[in-house]
């Protein structure tokens, strides 16, 4: 099936669920299991009654409701699309899916159960009657259904196919729908000055329903309109995006004392990154703060980045644009900001947006540049693309490494690709590349391999013009304007 038109972008995710799909004409085979999941707000809906309708598929999307109704809405949904009544009152779920299946004949048709967590919060025995559906015996051997199952919990989606969870090895798809990178964004947004597009994406990320839904269908006109658009949209209390960060973390269904949870994403977006240090900042001790932290993680706000080249050296990155701007910037500012004086809060902040904010946006780019144009840029494969700290004990001090990249190739020695160094709002030159050179030597003294060692710098505000006569001579220096992390491939 070719993807409507109306869907942007997300042809991998197009083509995963219509291979879930069989070709015209073979043969059903039993119904099949799906699960699509991924944070709110990034289109799983739009995709999925995209596909229901171009393959006359069957819709349903739960809501917070008792098990009773939910099952009458379910119930009173299949038939409405299928045309089947049901033989016999239908008054619990081992009911209600066997008449899904039986409802589901012939062709091959995708069944999509949305928002999936708001019906096993009261019947937790649902995933139990599926598997038992599904398997041999059951009533899905006679159907032709592909079953999706999505929902936005991903805390509670991700335990469907964990461990010992009752669906574990019945899934023939598993789809995780993410933003969209900060290319395909600018895209998304209109936005063709890559300085404007980096702004914005600091700022919403690439979530789609950002766009439009959230922010009245305000885009910054250009650059000179970004102060503006982040005054009338981003910190105006009228518009909806300005609550949503707040929401994003109340929504998740394992975060049970919310001021905790804020503490903790405030402390990573303050620069307190390290288990360590983010108790320190919250003000508790390290083994409190572990269970915080996997939740975070398993809702997919934070993740976890070990040191590159293997120092035991873990630092938390917090995934969502959004939530990093509002705790830099909202949080501690949020009753001046509900009296309307954006405008005020937003001059007196534009240190912490650089910061706090921009910086390290600027860098996680950078990263995603690498790992999407490893070959091109660096001539292979790369098996880690992230950041890394190199002790330096003659100097007593550490060199932080932006963007470090080790080699996929296997060997004793773990092979150094890249080094690299990203600033916003830095002119970079000779002393960046002498820091690099400083790394590469430190590293090769703890046994890794540098010899094909690159060295990459990025920057938002150009090179000296001694550091572009180095690179113009040695092909292993690479000069990384903004211009071309959004148009070029290397």
Known sequence: MEKPPSVFDRHQEWAGLTDFLPAPGSAAGGATLGVVSGRRRQGKSFLL??????????????????EAESIRQFTRSIAQQTGSVPGADVRTWDDAIRYLFTSVRGRPRPVVIDEFPFLIAPSPALPSILQRELGPGGSGADSSARLILCGSALSVMGRLLSGTAPLRGRAGLEL?????????????????????????????GGTPAYRYEFNRGDVPAGLDDFDAWIVRVVLNPQVPLFREARYLLSE??????????????AAIAAGHCTNGGIASYVGRKAAEIAHPLRVLEDCGLTERQ?????????????????????????????AVLESGRAAEVWRSVEHTFKAQVLGPHFESVCRSYVRDHDVDLLGEFANRVGNAVVNDPAARSQIEIDVAVTAAEQSERPRVLALGEAKWAEKLGLSQVRRLHRARDLLAQRKLDVDDTHFLLFSGAGFTQEVQAMAATDPRLHLITLEQLYRDAA
């Not at 009654?49 to 008792?66: H, I, Q």
């Not at 995780?176 to 700022?203: K, N």
């Not at 070990?306 to 949020?334: C, H, S």
Request: aromatic residues 14%; charged residues 25%.
């Open 49 to 66: 009654r995209a596909l229901t309708e171009a393959a006359d598929g069957v819709y349903f999307g739960a809501t917070e409701a008792t």
């Open 176 to 204: 995780i729908m993410r933003p969209f990178g900060y290319r395909d964004a600018a895209e998304f947004w209109g936005l063709s000055d890559p300085h404007l597009a980096l702004l914005v994406h600091a700022v919403v």
């Open 252 to 265: 998740e269904p394992d975060i049970r004392d919310p001021a905790l949870y804020q503490s903790v994403l």
């Open 306 to 334: 070990p040191d590159t080249f293997g120092a035991k050296r873990v630092q938390y990155r917090i995934n969502e644009p959004l939530i990093i701007f509002y705790e830099a910037i909202m949080r501690t500012r949020w």
